[in-house]
């Protein structure tokens, strides 16, 4: 049982180009999310999801977008990679009633921008 | 707006002492909950205890307790006897309740020391 898997574990990416990074689900959850981790700032919510077809913005969502056409899997798209997009992103997942049950996560994907 | 707060960015222990990790929070829900997540130098975010905000009872789980206080608005972490697998960033988070987006603090780094 894999739980949340996120792909790739690293990726350095030029400014301007674009790229996906995966997570998917094998617990049925509806619910899914994607943080990124910064110095200092803790993880701030980019996008979350309350089920296949919803999404809706997080805290700071500009430079990022997703669908969720599945279940299974949330994927998080860079359409031009900009240095301050270098982080550390991870997939948040849980079950219905964020207050009833925590987030589990996937191990992150450290990205760098340069 | 809900936000987390953790002055302490960093503490440095030797192993054996106790360590009170402080974090206040600020919602003008009535309704909400608390998390601690830990984060050790390996990279994952590891669950530790969810409190909901009608649950003012301190709670003690081996090594670790939790004290929670609704009138002072903070949800401390106290490791006892801290070990060096203690070594992480501890992470306080706050949701609404049945609401869809957590928000961190930004993290208290504890090093232990042999």
């Known amino acids: 049982n894999a739980g949340v898997t996120q792909t790739p574990k690293f990726q350095v990416l030029k400014t301007g180009q674009s790229m996906t990074l995966q997570c998917a689900q094998d617990?049925?959850?509806?619910?899914m999310s994607w943080y990124r981790q910064d110095p200092g700032m803790g993880l701030r919510l980019i996008h979350y999801?309350?089920?296949?077809?919803?999404?809706d913005q997080g805290e700071v969502p500009n430079g990022y977008n997703v669908s969720r056409s599945t279940t299974e899997d949330f994927p998080l798209r860079l359409l031009s990679a900009a240095p301050s997009q270098t982080s550390v992103y991870f997939c948040g997942v849980r079950g219905q009633g964020l207050g009833n049950s925590p987030l589990h996560f996937g191990n992150g994907t450290r990205l760098t921008v340069t | 707006a809900q936000k987390v707060t953790q002055a302490q960015t960093e503490i440095s222990v030797v192993e054996k002492e106790d360590v009170t990790l402080d974090c206040v929070y600020e919602t003008r829900d009535t309704t909400y909950y608390l998390f601690w997540y830990k984060q050790p130098p390996s990279g994952e975010l590891v669950f530790l205890i969810r409190?909901?905000?009608?649950?003012?009872q301190n709670e003690i789980s081996g090594r670790y307790s939790w004290n929670f206080q609704k009138s002072t608005s903070s949800f401390n972490f106290t490791i006892t006897a801290s070990q060096v697998v203690d070594s992480a960033v501890y992470f306080c988070?706050?949701?609404?309740?049945?609401?869809?987006?957590?928000?961190f603090g930004g993290g208290t780094r504890v090093l232990v020391k042999p």
């Open positions: 988070a706050l949701v609404k309740a049945a609401g869809n987006k957590l928000t």
């Open positions: 617990m049925n959850h509806e619910y």
């Open positions: 409190r909901n905000s009608f649950d003012e």
């Open positions: 999801s309350v089920g296949a077809g919803i999404t």
